[in-house]
């Protein structure tokens, strides 16, 4: 993944685009009372999933790209939780419920692959490094 030129041709962070928009849109319908509370904590998650890919690519290395990744996976878990409240409390239509909880959940599955793949490949890494045999010097 660090060797992809742009954060923004990362496939899960074009999605966690989608998804940040699509929970702006269902946002926009809740309670005005709600603006500063559940409102604003939904949208911070959503713009943090997105925001911890770019940060965790531009960080150039794999254990802080895999660190970053976790944080926005985090924050997955935390809108999904927020956006299930929302509709619990009847602040969302079903359709923008399904929308953002299905994009959500896609983003999620994503993260978890992409850094599954990334801990392996550190693993093995480590394993490597670790049966190196060093190189004798010539006298």
Same mark, same amino acid.
């Given at each position: 993944?660090l $060797? /992809?030129?742009?954060? @923004?041709?990362?496939?899960?962070?074009?999605?966690?685009?989608?998804?940040?928009?699509?929970?702006?849109k269902l946002?926009? !319908?809740?309670?005005?009372?709600?603006?500063?509370?559940?409102?604003?904590? /939904?949208?911070?998650?959503?713009?943090?999933?997105?925001?911890?890919?770019?940060? &965790? %690519? &531009?960080?150039?290395?794999?254990?802080?790209? !895999? %660190?970053?990744?976790?944080i926005? @996976? $985090?924050?997955?878990?935390?809108?999904?939780?927020?956006?299930?409240?929302a @509709?619990d409390? $009847?602040?969302?239509?079903?359709? &923008?419920?399904?929308?953002?909880? $299905?994009?959500?959940?896609?983003? &999620?599955?994503?993260?978890?692959?992409?850094? !599954? !793949?990334?801990?392996?490949?550190?693993?093995r890494?480590?394993?490597?490094?670790?049966?190196?045999?060093?190189?004798? %010097?010539?006298?």
């Open positions: 993944m $060797g /992809v030129q742009s954060f @923004r041709d990362i496939i899960v962070w074009q999605r966690s685009m989608q998804l940040c928009l699509a929970v702006y946002t926009s !319908t809740f309670p005005r009372e709600e603006m500063f509370g559940l409102t604003s904590q /939904v949208r911070r998650a959503a713009v943090s999933v997105a925001s911890n890919i770019a940060e &965790g %690519h &531009g960080r150039g290395s794999e254990a802080q790209l !895999t %660190h970053f990744l976790c926005a @996976r $985090g924050s997955s878990f935390e809108l999904q939780t927020q956006i299930m409240i @509709r409390l $009847g602040f969302t239509s079903l359709e &923008g419920f399904q929308t953002c909880a $299905g994009l959500s959940d896609e983003v &999620g599955k994503m993260l978890n692959a992409t850094i !599954t !793949t990334l801990r392996a490949k550190q693993q890494a480590a394993k490597l490094a670790a049966t190196k045999v060093p190189f004798p %010097h010539q006298n």
